[in-house]
């Protein structure tokens, strides 16, 4: 056998789709096997399209709540009645199309999550990828059903915020799936984030879960209620004022974590990207909390409401790549050619 020296030669293999690991090996016989084997550029891009869609899906759900547009498609799975799409007539047209667009985007995530899914067994990556993969269009289908149950129980405060929450699970999920998916799968995993901080990310993650909850509160309670006819009723009964100060109160809770975290990564001299990430999550979260207070003194103005769920969105999905960044492996070494 000609030994390999960090060169690739005539004999060997160029490690394109991320080292499958040895348990798995690529898929060369089964169904899959006449797909091209796929770079682990591709697989990024899918990731990172995966997790784009997670947090664009919430922007458009927003989108159909501050538009007063959650029962312009009054039924599910069928728009209406007698019609799985818009028909004039039934509701107001831009409520209809902007509720039935947001519907149609469940198809884009679950080609996304079926085209990475394919991606990572085709290339044969190891168990956690995969498991990861899964996740997304399991996620995306109960995700749909909630949402069915939420337009079936005339947007009752509860459902809506129950749509949400799956949303953020999943945006999470996808963050840890694009940071593993660059990893070698042959490298041996190393912990390089020590316990005590680890807690203390698992500590802010629960925080921020924290947070999310109770800025669906304060939605449920507010002005924008996803349509007209959704009664006082099936809102939230809790003083609003009450609602935003505790929910500001533990995002500054959760702010002061990851900057406890990140001084303590700092002292330590911790390898990886966790240091880079918590910076950038500070930046995200300083801005969240100037967006929130604009909003608030402005009185909820709709654009602004949208910012502030896609950016926490984005925030759940950084959130999620520092968790992942606690326990890492080497990336996927570029491949080498010699002439």
């Not at 840890?176 to 990893?183: A, D, H, M, N, T």
Request: with cysteine.
């Amino acid at each position: 056998m000609r030994p390999r020296i960090g060169l690739v030669t005539a004999t060997s293999t160029v490690p394109t789709s991320g080292s499958p690991s040895a348990d798995r090996g690529v898929d060369a016989s089964g169904p899959l096997a006449r797909l091209p084997l796929p770079p682990v550029r591709l697989q990024k891009g899918l990731a990172l399209a995966n997790v784009i869609a997670q947090v664009g899906i919430m922007t458009t759900g927003v989108t159909v709540r501050v538009t007063a547009s959650g029962l312009g498609c009054d039924t599910w799975p069928r728009c209406n009645e007698d019609s799985f799409v818009p028909v004039s007539g039934s509701a107001p047209a831009l409520h209809q199309w902007v509720e039935f667009g947001n519907r149609l985007l469940t198809f884009v995530l679950v080609a996304v999550a079926a085209a990475l899914l394919l991606a990572v067994y085709r290339a044969g990556r190891r168990r956690g990828i995969t498991l990861l993969a899964w996740a997304m269009p399991a996620g995306i289908l109960a995700q749909a059903v909630i949402g069915g149950i939420t337009v079936l129980a005339g947007l009752s405060w509860w459902t809506v915020a129950l749509h949400l929450l799956p949303s953020m699970i999943l945006a999470w999920l996808a963050a840890v799936l694009f940071v593993r998916i660059g990893e070698d799968d042959s490298a041996p995993a190393r912990r390089v984030v020590p316990t005590p901080l680890s807690w203390l990310t698992g500590l802010s993650a629960v925080l921020l879960a924290g947070v999310i909850a109770t800025g669906t509160m304060v939605t449920g309670a507010g002005p924008h209620a996803g349509d007209a006819n959704v009664s006082a009723a099936d809102r939230l009964q809790l003083p609003i004022q009450w609602l935003v100060h505790f929910h500001a109160e533990l995002m500054v809770g959760y702010l002061c974590l990851v900057v406890g975290l990140v001084l303590g990564l700092l002292a330590l001299r911790t390898e990886g990207p966790a240091i880079r990430r918590c910076i950038v999550l500070i930046a995200l979260i300083v801005v969240q909390a100037t967006v929130g207070i604009i909003q608030y003194q402005l009185g909820v103005p709709e654009l602004l409401v949208v910012l502030h769920v896609t950016l926490a969105g984005a925030i759940t999905a950084v959130t999620g790549a520092i968790w992942a960044a606690g326990v890492i492996r080497d990336h996927v070494a570029a491949p080498s050619m010699v002439g």
